[in-house]
């Protein structure tokens, strides 16, 4: 089934620095979303990406929708404490049925004050 | 605004006993509506959806069940917890032509 492939698999950064991960996978998606978990919480979405080539920003994240519909990456500016979490792409599965979302493992975030 | 809301937020059941969780969307009418369970540290797994009342899909055979007795109403069940139920379990919901998905707040479940 599809996969999506997030790295690194967790960072440790400097408060005020800039973040970036990515998402890949071999197979298109129609749609990247990115979420933020922190710890004992639901995912919150950050950004939703529904066209090749867009760029979107919330705030100081910043994503884009890869051209190849084959991946993503999330960018996160002078990064603050509060940016402590976990951060998944997904997307909903564009072979096993309109149903089902196929979520990423997840970027484990910590920031060094 | 559509929200989402599932409780209770933390739960201690002792092995054997029943389990209720129960979910419910506002703001909107005939959403998707799903149950993923999120072992420690790990991804995801999706455990039932539903795109009706009464319709329910279940994607992981085990010891839970779950229920849509309204449109906006899900409930994950299981008539005898076991240790591996532990977890953390989060609602979400979609539009029904959607491609967007929402999450509740979860719920802790440790079975001891």
């Known amino acids: 089934g599809q996969q999506l492939n997030q790295s690194p698999q967790s960072m440790f950064i400097q408060e005020g620095e800039d973040v970036s991960m990515n998402c890949t996978s071999s197979?298109?998606?129609?749609?990247w979303l990115w979420y933020k978990q922190d710890p004992g919480e639901g995912p919150v979405l950050l950004i939703a990406?529904?066209?090749?080539?867009e760029l979107t920003s919330n705030g100081r994240l910043t994503a884009q929708f890869g051209i190849t519909r084959k991946d993503s990456f999330l960018n996160i500016s002078a990064s603050i404490p509060s940016d402590v979490g976990i951060y998944f792409c997904?997307?909903?599965?564009?072979?096993?049925?309109?149903?089902?979302?196929?979520f990423g493992t997840g970027t484990r975030l910590k920031v060094l004050a | 605004s559509q929200t989402i809301h599932q409780w209770p937020a933390t739960l201690v059941q002792p092995v054997g006993s029943p389990l209720s969780l129960e979910c419910t969307v506002e703001g909107t009418s005939n959403p998707n509506l799903y149950w993923y369970r999120q072992a420690a540290g790990r991804g995801l797994q999706l455990l039932f959806y539903s795109v009706g009342i009464g319709q329910i899909s279940s994607e992981v055979p085990q010891n839970l069940s779950a229920s849509r007795p309204q449109d906006r109403q899900f409930i994950l069940s299981s008539k005898k917890l076991l240790l591996s139920d532990s977890g953390f379990y989060l609602c979400?919901?979609?539009?029904?032509?959607?491609?967007?998905?929402?999450f509740g707040e979860g719920s802790w479940l440790t079975v001891v």
């Open positions: 197979s298109i998606f129609n749609t």
């Open positions: 979400a919901w979609t539009r029904g032509s959607g491609n967007t998905i929402y």
């Open positions: 997904a997307g909903p599965s564009t072979t096993s049925g309109t149903y089902k979302y196929i």
């Open positions: 990406l529904y066209k090749a080539g």
